[in-house]
Nanobody, 124 residues
C-alpha cells in the first residue's frame, strides 16, 4: 500500500509558476509508475504527466508539454510537478497517483492509489 499527499497548490497569475510535490509513504515507492492528473469543475479527470519507476522516461499531455516537468526522487519518495507559464485553463484540482508496473500509463483506471488533491488556480 502507498499513501500519497500532495502539496504546493495555490493562486497564481497567468504566466507564473508553481511547484507541486507529492510525498509517498508505504512500501515500494520506487517500483511504482507515478502520474499527475487534474480535474476542473464540471469536467472529467484528465491526464497531465507520467514518469516511469526509474525516473528516466516521461510523457506529457499536449496541453502542458514544454511548460510542465515531472520528476521523482526514489530516495526521498517524492514526485514533483514543476509548472511554468501557467494559463487560466490550467486551473483545476491536481492529483498524484501511483500505479504498479512498468511503462507509462495515461489512463486513470490504471492507477491504484491517489492523493487527496491540491487546488491550483490561475488568474488572468
Amino acid at each position: 500500500q502507498v499513501q500519497l499527499v500532495e502539496s504546493g497548490g495555490g493562486l497564481v497569475q497567468a504566466g507564473g509558476s508553481l511547484r507541486l510535490s507529492c510525498g509517498a509513504s508505504g512500501r515500494g515507492f520506487s517500483s511504482y509508475v507515478m502520474g499527475w492528473f487534474r480535474q476542473a469543475p464540471g469536467k472529467e479527470r484528465e491526464f497531465v504527466a507520467v514518469i516511469d519507476w526509474t525516473g528516466g522516461d516521461t510523457y506529457y499531455a499536449d496541453s502542458v508539454k514544454g511548460r510542465f516537468t515531472i520528476s521523482r526522487d526514489n530516495v526521498e519518495n517524492t514526485v514533483t510537478l514543476q509548472m511554468n507559464n501557467l494559463k487560466p485553463e490550467d486551473t483545476a484540482v491536481y492529483y498524484c497517483a501511483a500505479a504498479p508496473g512498468y511503462g507509462l500509463f495515461l489512463d486513470p483506471d490504471e492507477y491504484n492509489y491517489w492523493g487527496q488533491g491540491t487546488q491550483v488556480t490561475v488568474s488572468s
